[in-house]
C-alpha cells in the first residue's frame, strides 16, 4: 500500500481551466495531468506535489462534460466546492465486502476505473459522516 492514507481530494468546479489557472497558481504545479472519464462525464485535473513518483497527496478538479453529470447535478445542488475525499486502501473488493458486511451504503457495489487507471469505488456519504468517499486501490495491487 502507500505510505499515504489520502489519494486526493476532489473538487467541483464549474469551468476547468478557470480552475486549473488558480489552483496551478495555489499549488505551485503549472502541469496537471488532466483526462476525461466519459463514463462519469467529468473532465478531471490532477495537481500533484511535483516529483516523478506522483507520490503525496493531490488535488483533483473535476468540471462536468455533460447537464447529465452526477458533478453537473452536484454543481447545480451544491455550487463549487469540496465534492470527495479519496482514501487508498490494499484490496478494494475486500474493502468494499467489508463495508457492505458492516451496513455501509455503497454507491459502487464492484470497483470501476477511475481518472487514473486505477480501481475506485464511492461510498455514500450516509455512511461517511455526511462526506462522499472514493476507495481507490493503488496500481500495483490491481
Same mark, same amino acid.
Given at each position: 500500500?502507500? /505510505?499515504?492514507? +489520502?489519494?486526493?481530494?476532489? $473538487?467541483?468546479?464549474?469551468?476547468?481551466?478557470?480552475?486549473?489557472?488558480?489552483?496551478?497558481?495555489?499549488?505551485? /504545479?503549472?502541469?496537471?495531468?488532466?483526462?476525461?472519464? %466519459?463514463?462519469?462525464?467529468?473532465?478531471?485535473?490532477?495537481?500533484? %506535489?511535483?516529483?516523478?513518483? /506522483?507520490?503525496?497527496?493531490?488535488?483533483?478538479?473535476?468540471?462536468?462534460?455533460?447537464?447529465?453529470?452526477? +458533478?453537473?447535478?452536484?454543481?447545480?445542488?451544491?455550487?463549487?466546492?469540496?465534492?470527495? +475525499?479519496? $482514501?487508498?486502501?490494499?484490496?478494494?473488493? =475486500?474493502?468494499?465486502?467489508?463495508? =457492505?458486511?458492516?451496513?455501509?451504503?455503497? $454507491?459502487?457495489?464492484?470497483?470501476? +476505473?477511475?481518472?487514473?487507471? /486505477?480501481?475506485?469505488?464511492?461510498?455514500?456519504?450516509?455512511?461517511?459522516?455526511?462526506?462522499?468517499?472514493?476507495?481507490?486501490?493503488?496500481?500495483?495491487?490491481?
Amino acid at each position: 500500500m502507500k /505510505n499515504e492514507m +489520502i489519494s486526493h481530494i476532489g $473538487i467541483a468546479v464549474r469551468n476547468l481551466e478557470d480552475g486549473i489557472t488558480r489552483y496551478a497558481l495555489l499549488t505551485g /504545479n503549472q502541469k496537471p495531468f488532466i483526462t476525461e472519464v %466519459p463514463d462519469q462525464k467529468v473532465k478531471v485535473a490532477m495537481f500533484s %506535489p511535483g516529483d516523478e513518483n /506522483n507520490s503525496g497527496s493531490r488535488i483533483e478538479l473535476l468540471a462536468p462534460t455533460s447537464s447529465e453529470s452526477p +458533478i453537473a447535478k452536484f454543481l447545480d445542488k451544491r455550487g463549487e466546492g469540496l465534492h470527495h +475525499i479519496c $482514501i487508498y486502501v490494499d484490496d478494494i473488493e =475486500k474493502k468494499l465486502e467489508e463495508l =457492505k458486511k458492516s451496513g455501509a451504503k455503497l $454507491i459502487d457495489k464492484t470497483p470501476r +476505473i477511475g481518472a487514473e487507471g /486505477n480501481k475506485v469505488a464511492f461510498i455514500h456519504p450516509t455512511s461517511s459522516n455526511g462526506v462522499l468517499v472514493e476507495l481507490e486501490q493503488w496500481r500495483s495491487h490491481s
